[in-house]
């Protein structure tokens, strides 16, 4: 069974760059997460969906982050001007249920520095 | 609300001694615990989980027992080996199904 799959592996922008981050859950996993992990901190939620349906974005910074899966099964994540404090790593995970034991499956991540 | 304290940033060990990463939380939802584990430069890995007030749940070697009575789910493990090394994570599921993360341990193990 294919593990979670997150592209791109590695990105550096300028300040004010914009990227996108892609993520492809697990087959049949209804709930995706996107996870911000800083440099030596844990993960941090910053949105997550059930099927493409938002359940909880109030930590997704607004005004230059957003985040769509719009069939319910690949998700983006993109950051519009990026700044420095943006510099981590992205972790895309998936959950079978999220009213299961929630079980998430993370993938690779992707790490992102911002100069 | 709901949370997790890790008391411990660092622990160094030497090969060979026991393991213990201490774990405690706070909730008033149902609990449902997860030990999580990151080796350098990889992603989280779920390690053990368990809802079964005074179960030892056992996996990899590695041990915990959820006590309801002191809210806690410490990790363990009898003999460390040097690939244990990572980083590890408590959680509990909270209220809106959410993981709340722990500060997160950083075990490394020594010759």
């Known amino acids: 069974e294919a593990g979670v799959t997150q592209s791109p592996r590695y990105a550096v922008l300028q300040e004010g760059q914009a990227v996108s981050f892609w993520c492809d859950p697990i087959s049949g996993h209804d709930t995706l997460y996107w996870y911000q992990q800083p440099r030596d901190q844990g993960p941090q939620l910053l949105v997550y969906?059930?099927?493409?349906?938002?359940?909880?974005n109030s930590q997704l910074p607004s005004d230059r982050f957003s985040a769509v899966r719009p069939k319910g099964t690949n998700s983006t994540l993109k950051i519009q001007s990026a700044k420095q404090g943006d510099t981590a790593t992205y972790l895309c995970?998936?959950?079978?249920?999220?009213?299961?034991?929630?079980?998430?499956?993370f993938g690779e991540g992707s790490r992102l520095i911002v100069v | 609300g709901d949370s997790v304290t890790q008391t411990e940033g660092l622990v160094t060990l030497t090969e060979g001694l026991p393991v213990m990463l201490n774990c405690t939380y706070q909730t008033a939802y149902s609990t449902f615990l997860f030990w999580y584990v990151q080796h350098l430069n990889e992603a989280p890995k779920l390690l053990l989980k368990s809802s079964t007030d005074n179960k030892r749940t056992e996996h990899q070697g590695f041990h915990a027992t959820l006590h309801k009575s002191s809210s806690s789910f410490h990790l363990q493990k009898s003999s460390a080996q040097l690939s244990d090394s990572a980083l590890y994570y408590c959680?509990?599921?909270?209220?809106?199904?959410?993981?709340?993360w722990g500060s997160g341990t950083k075990l490394i193990i020594k010759p």
């Open positions: 959680a509990l599921r909270g209220s809106n199904y959410q993981l709340i």
């Open positions: 995970a998936s959950s079978p249920d999220s009213n299961s034991g929630n079980t998430l499956y």
């Open positions: 969906f059930r099927d493409e349906a938002v359940i909880d």
